[in-house]
């Protein structure tokens, strides 16, 4: 079966980033002129999928607005003549079919995701964590999708990390299948370098298949009462292969303050409207 359908997980706190997401989710925060989130979306959209369910939580509500029609502003610019910027905030309320699911209590991943089984139903289904960003000319879900129109078994995005890195992802044990495709034979949540398995560290894409929502509910609770993915989709290695692909591209993690420097900067540099002055202004600033 197609993916036609994804889940983004947009309900944390976002402490990392306080006290400018007190009032602001972390995932409206601007990369250059656009929102996070609006990246993750765009992405899905280049990969094929039609059909988009964001799981918010209290004091989300911008992501709805960002992603709704604005009548009054769309006045506002058509009446000043600015058909350019109107063009702009049309097209990001028109990107998707976008629905909002609501986690009440913040309880983990695996528990985010078990809310969407009403909207996603018995389908194979897409995942993004929009606090990763990954540019590659060819959209890392879309290359995702075509591994896994080929194999039809559950998928997640794998990238070398550095071995004194392995406590703060989770970890696969691989075994090579084809090239950047490895079956996944265990997972091991955030171990410490000498107890990880590889250098494969899974980042915030996947592919699961409907099976992992019977999983999910009978995953007990972990560490902090939260249901975690990687419990969920152990579970499923006992029913059905999982198999991982280390993606094309380069990933930027702006769930922490360094990291969405690092990213405002790169993109900016990409722009050919500011890049070049941008640029300039760096070197300047080096110099000096």
């Not at 009054?72 to 998707?96: H, P, W």
């Not at 034979?185 to 992992?212: F, N, Q």
């Not at 509910?217 to 499923?236: F, H, M």
Request: hydrophobic letters at 40%; proline letters at 7%; a negative charge.
């Amino acid at each position: 079966m197609a993916i036609r359908k994804a889940v983004i997980t947009a309900a944390g706190w976002g402490t990392r980033f306080l006290p400018a997401t007190k009032a602001q989710p972390k995932e409206t925060l601007p990369l250059v002129d656009k929102p996070i989130i609006q990246y993750v979306i765009e992405e899905a959209v280049a990969s094929g999928i039609s059909q988009i369910v964001i799981v918010t939580a209290g004091g989300k509500r911008a992501i709805e607005d960002h992603f709704d029609r604005s009548p009054e502003l769309e006045m506002v610019l058509e009446r000043k003549g600015d058909l350019k910027n109107l063009q702009v905030i049309r097209r990001v309320s028109e990107l998707a079919d976008i629905c909002y699911l609501r986690q009440k209590q913040q309880l983990g991943l695996g528990h985010a995701i078990l809310s969407t089984r009403p909207v996603i139903g018995d389908e194979p289904f897409a995942v993004f964590l929009p606090d990763d960003l990954i540019d590659w000319h060819v959209p890392a879900m879309r290359q995702m999708i075509d591994v896994y129109d080929k194999l039809e078994q559950s998928l997640v995005a794998v990238e070398k990390i550095g071995r004194e890195e392995t406590s703060k992802y989770g970890i696969i044990d691989p075994q090579p299948v084809s090239e950047r495709v490895f079956r996944v034979l265990d997972l091991v949540e955030k171990p410490a370098p000498a107890d990880a398995p590889s250098d494969l560290g899974i980042v915030g894409r996947y592919i699961l298949t409907p099976e992992i929502y019977d999983m999910l509910e009978k995953t007990p609770p972990g560490r902090g009462g939260e249901i975690q993915l990687t419990d969920g989709l152990k579970g499923l290695l006992s029913l059905q292969n999982i198999y991982a692909y280390q993606f094309e591209g380069t990933r930027y993690d702006t769930g922490n303050p360094l990291g969405f420097l690092i990213a405002s900067v790169e993109y900016a540099l990409r722009r050919e409207d500011i890049g070049p002055a941008f640029r300039a202004y760096l070197e300047k600033l080096l110099q000096s």
